[in-house]
């Protein structure tokens, strides 16, 4: 095999190449979506209130005009032999913003079942035409500020949907909360975040921005996780993350409350985000930021406002405050740029303000028998699953990766001739539709047997069960994508104006320290690392 050989060009990546924001296509098409989701939260608020509704959760359920014609109280007293309303965290278990079950009938069901799989499907089949519409082209054609035909279709599919579900909330009302459990429309929410730590791990590393792509001392490349597992997820986190959005997006209805309406704004800036694949606004650090961290707030209103009115350990919003924000303080901002332009040390100042304000606030924020302090372990809890469940997600990446080259004999270089036929991709797409429905079939489940298992627990455990069934259905993905002989991993150099590229074949042997297989010199398409990661 030839030698490795990098040359340094001097020139602007084609996708970074100065464009005014203004002719930027998708500057407007984000800029828009924006505006869509304002109005839609206005058009939720507006109808609602015409309509004379105001659950704002089920400690005003007494005191509301409407909501005793509307919905059953919470479960606050157990009612034995009521499914759904007796047992271990009965209250906590059962979904406030439903039709009472003598009101629930086929049409109700069907309706938002319709809407749930057609949204599903036909979001996943635009994924797909994105990514084979763009396999043919190199990692320096596939970003730009202009919209391909693929991301017409995403936005023009998204924005039917959440104005046919707006709809279906007036007509029918009930979501999917009705038939799954509430657990697995949290844990979908919680199954992306923490992949999200592993699709951004080689930016900005796990902890202080530490050990990233950009740290080349050897106690960084001593530590690192290989990159094989991280751009086989990069490749496809698509698919999951569209899973997670959109099945949330449909377990709740409409309702006119806060909590919902931070929640809509998500889901549809998370879609928003995955309507402009291959375009720069994708790729923008910033932007991408706002959607991992909008869980702080959104999980705080939504615990402050159903946690009901007594302060005395009932509330758990200073968890999901608190928890999510040291995630944010020791990972996720350190995603944005300017990090790496300034001392090293200045890293743990976020940490430092996150002690000061969080040491206070617990100084008054009392457990149920009225005691302060005690309270402040629970701030570990959020970041503890992140980690862990990382960390175990990695793991399972790693070993799809091990399976796939044993299934496929591959010692040297994938053969492009080796292309599944159609019927086997249609059988590798099935199988991964068929990982997600199981999924969605555990949760019913849980709903229709009456799992009494503590609502934390179980969603602790369903983000691990999720976690498993994503990186399965990403092993039968990776089998329909076109398999190139280029095989080893291109050296990153991340500036504006400069780029590394390879001017011969890859050797294993001879790849840099980025290099995903140089522990197993063993050789994979998806170790390739391309220079898009530019804004």
């Keep these: 095999m030839t030698r490795q050989l990098y040359r340094k060009r001097k020139r602007k990546h084609p996708a970074m190449e100065s464009v005014s924001w203004y002719k930027r296509q998708d500057f407007w098409a984000w800029f828009a979506g924006i505006v869509f989701i304002a109005a839609l939260i206005g058009a939720m608020f507006g109808f609602g209130a015409m309509r004379g509704w105001d659950a704002q959760s089920g400690y005003t359920h007494n005191t509301s005009a409407t909501s005793r014609d509307r919905f059953w109280p919470e479960p606050y007293v157990p009612e034995p032999g009521v499914k759904g309303r007796y047992g271990v965290g009965a209250d906590s278990r059962w979904y406030y913003w439903k039709l009472p079950p003598d009101q629930v009938t086929a049409f109700t069901r069907l309706f938002m079942w319709l809407g749930y799989v057609g949204h599903q499907l036909l979001m996943w089949a635009g994924i797909l035409y994105s990514q084979l519409a763009k396999a043919a082209e190199t990692p320096n054609e596939k970003y730009s500020t202009k919209l391909g035909k693929h991301n017409y279709i995403l936005l023009g599919l998204n924005v039917f949907f959440h104005l046919l579900h707006l709809l279906q909330t007036h007509i029918t009302y009930d979501a999917l909360a009705q038939d799954v459990s509430i657990a697995s429309s949290q844990s979908s929410v919680i199954m992306m975040l923490v992949l999200i730590v592993l699709l951004e791990y080689k930016e900005r590393g796990m902890i202080f921005g530490w050990p990233s792509v950009h740290d080349n ?15 086989l997820f990069r490749k496809y986190h698509g698919y ?4 997670a959005v959109i099945y949330t997006f449909w377990y709740h209805p409409m309702e006119n409350t806060w909590g919902h309406a931070l929640g809509f704004a998500h889901t549809w800036l998370v879609m928003l985000q995955g309507s402009l694949v291959y375009t720069n606004m994708h790729l923008n650090r910033y932007w991408r930021l706002l959607l991992e961290i909008w869980v702080t707030w959104h999980g705080g209103v939504v615990a402050y406002q159903t946690g009901g ?21 020791l990972t996720q901002i350190f995603s944005l740029p300017f990090w790496r332009k300034i001392p090293w040390w200045t890293r743990v100042f976020p940490l430092v303000v996150y002690l000061a304000i969080t040491i206070w606030c617990y100084s008054w924020i009392p457990d149920a028998q009225g005691r302060t302090w005690v309270r402040m372990q629970e701030i570990i809890r959020i970041p503890a699953v ?11 990446l790693y070993l799809i990766l091990y399976i796939d080259r044993r299934c496929n004999n591959s010692r040297g270089s994938y053969d492009i001739k080796k292309k599944p036929s159609i019927a086997a991709q249609v059988m590798f797409i099935m199988g991964s539709v068929f990982v997600y429905a199981l ?30 069934g994503v990186c399965i259905s990403i092993l039968f993905l990776k089998q329909i994508m076109l398999r190139q002989s ?5 050296e990153e150099k991340h500036s504006d104006s400069e780029e590394y590229v390879s001017t011969s074949k890859l050797n294993v042997k001879q790849t840099t320290t980025y290099s995903t297989y140089d522990q197993t010199k063993e050789k994979d398409q998806d170790a390739v690392t391309t220079k898009t990661e530019r804004f």
């Design 217 to 231: 001392g050897p106690k960084s490349r001593k530590v690192r996780f290989s990159y094989g597992p991280i751009n």
């Design 240 to 243: 999951a993350f569209a899973w």
């Design 309 to 329: 009115p007594d302060m005395l350990g009932t509330k758990l919003w200073p968890m999901f405050v608190f928890g999510f924000a040291l995630v944010l303080v």
């Design 386 to 396: 992140y980690y862990l469940y990382a960390l175990m997600a990695f793991g399972l």
């Design 439 to 468: 999924m969605v079939t555990l949760s019913a489940l849980l709903q229709i047997l009456d799992v009494q298992i503590d609502l934390i627990a179980l969603m602790i455990l369903l983000v691990g069960v999720f976690i498993i």
């Design 486 to 490: 280029a095989v080893g991993p291109i």
